[in-house]
């Protein structure tokens, strides 16, 4: 009759030597190993679309054949610049999301199927929101009229961390000038023509530092006519 110890001894080399099978097989598996699986991106509705790439890597030892790529989403269109990478090989996938007309935060999700049978899913963050209004976006005067500075209000939306980096004019005939408040939670800014003696078009732009990866501007138009 065996002793304990010698069961034991048995049982524990069994499991080895699986453990030795399984690594045997994994090491001549090709595996994707993904710089990033989630994108996150912040941006504007007037941007449209956003764009995320998704890099990686074969650091296996055969080809892996992505055979399917698909996304929860009719919005937004998945795709590799080919279905096989070699071992040491590298690859990226370019998901583009069309915005239409949401707004808010949407997630989306993309999942890549192998040939092998396995999936990866890669995720997509995308917080759309007005991160600045500005009212009026036109300023009028007539020919001939008192050249009084007007007011823009520049309101911030809620929560968004958007300073207002500068505001220049597209004309020498028009000035602009920014008043933050004095907690900064929105601002105005003073507008007007030198002079009305003809007809004028310019531009006032406003450079803001939102998002932080794209930042946005925003246009008043100035018109004497």
């Excluded at 890099?55 to 998945?78: E, H, L, M, Q, Y």
């Excluded at 990866?120 to 500005?134: A, C």
């Excluded at 105005?188 to 006032?204: F, G, I, R």
Aim: charged content about 20%; proline content about 7%; hydrophobic content about 35%.
């Amino acid at each position: 009759m065996q002793s304990k110890l010698s069961i034991s001894f048995c049982l524990s080399a069994r499991a080895i030597f699986v453990s030795m099978i399984l690594a045997a097989i994994a090491s001549v598996r090709g595996e994707l190993i993904w710089e990033s699986s989630v994108q996150e991106f912040e941006r504007t509705p007037e941007d449209g679309a956003v764009e995320a790439r998704y890099s990686f890597k074969n650091v296996g030892s055969t080809p892996v054949t992505i055979v399917r790529i698909d996304s929860s989403c009719g919005c937004t269109v998945a795709q590799t610049d080919k279905k096989t990478y070699l071992p040491g090989e590298s690859g990226e996938i370019t998901a583009r999301f069309s915005f239409g007309n949401r707004k808010g935060v949407q997630r989306k999700v993309i999942d890549v199927r192998l040939a092998d049978g396995t999936e990866k899913q890669l995720g997509l963050y995308v917080s759309i929101l007005d991160p600045l209004t500005v009212r009026p976006g036109l300023l009028l005067w007539q020919v001939g009229e008192n050249a009084t500075p007007k007011t823009v209000q520049l309101t911030p939306a809620k929560g968004v961390p958007l300073q207002i980096r500068s505001v220049s004019s597209s004309s020498p005939r028009v000035t602009a000038e920014l008043h933050p408040r004095t907690d900064r939670s929105d601002y105005t800014m003073t507008v007007a023509p030198v002079d009305t003696a003809e007809k004028l078009s310019a531009v006032v732009t406003i450079e803001t530092n939102y998002p932080p990866d794209a930042p946005k501007s925003y246009p008043v138009h100035v018109r004497v006519k």
